[in-house]
């Protein structure tokens, strides 16, 4: 796709209007009360340090490795606000993908341990987050992604509230459906062989701030530039964000991005980072 040659802002108000509702809900879920993992959240420098791990070519990824734009987003198999923002990543991979402008890496974030008070919100994201391990193990990363895609798309919004057997029923009748053999398939979920994995990934997210899902980071290969600047601006504004769900890293090479947020922002922030970056290799 060709950056939009003038002001990436002027489509902003139309895609407000026409996104309205799907805003309203999203800001919403970014507002809802947050489960805070047991695990101390490490002190942070400054206000937009972003400790994340380097992205690894034996990760999950979607799309070109070698992409300007990697998406990293932190996801709990059992979110509803999930299942919801996977939808609008497979558009945003639909139509930067092919180019190989943008790709999506899939990390690990299962709110399956209790928060502060003892309450646990998604009891079955373990062995989820473990079906999702199994299925790339046995059948490489695109079995990963069917995998991911056919699980997202059959999760009810009142999955939290299934029984772990029923839960296991429906993980084997997705890897049938992807011709994933069903017998090695069940015991790999049943040894947790990547239990550590699954454990580093939560980890990873607790290190860069994550304190709820979906949880994404932007990572540049080049820093941000005026426009992504001024996007993060006028979108904080326009659909009145508060700074924590939206911002630059210090290094301007992250962009932090909580919550389910609509489709229209995340296209308008690629616009503009893409634009950034074909000014600055002009230069």
Not at 114 to 135: K, R, V, W, Y
Not at 139 to 159: I, R, T, V
Not at 257 to 267: F, Q, R, S
Request: hydrophobic residues 40%; negative net charge.
């Amino acid at each position: 796709m060709e950056p939009k040659p003038n002001n990436p802002f002027v489509n902003l108000p139309g895609a407000i209007i026409i996104a309205a509702a799907i805003v309203a809900i999203a800001i919403i879920w970014a507002k809802q009360p947050i489960v805070k993992p047991t695990i101390a959240q490490p002190a942070q420098t400054t206000k937009n340090t972003i400790t994340l791990s380097p992205i690894k070519t034996s990760e999950h990824i979607l799309g070109n490795p070698a992409a300007p734009i990697k998406i990293v987003e932190f996801s709990d198999p059992s979110c509803p606000y999930c299942k919801n923002f996977n939808l609008t990543m497979e558009n945003i991979m639909t139509k930067y993908g092919p180019t190989g402008d943008v790709a999506w890496v899939y990390r690990h974030y299962p709110l399956n341990r209790p928060d502060a008070n003892g309450n646990i919100l998604h009891p079955n994201s373990d062995q989820q987050a473990e079906a999702f391990e199994c299925a790339g193990s046995l059948g490489g990363n695109a079995k990963f992604w069917e995998f991911e895609k056919a699980w997202y798309e059959s999760l009810p919004l009142d999955g939290i509230g299934r029984s772990r057997e029923d839960d296991q029923k429906e993980i084997l009748k997705i890897a049938k459906s992807i011709n994933i053999d069903t017998v090695a398939f069940n015991d790999c979920i049943a040894s947790n062989r990547f239990k550590d994995t699954i454990e580093a990934n939560f980890l990873d997210g607790v290190n860069a701030g994550v304190n709820g899902t979906p949880s994404n980071f932007l990572v540049l290969d080049k820093p941000a530039g005026v426009f992504v600047e001024k996007f993060i601006s006028t979108t904080l504004v326009q659909y009145r964000l508060s700074e924590e769900l939206l911002f630059l890293s210090d290094n301007k090479k992250i962009v932090s991005m909580g919550g389910a947020m609509p489709e229209a922002i995340v296209k308008g922030l690629i616009d503009a980072i893409l634009i950034d970056q074909k000014a600055a290799t002009t230069k």
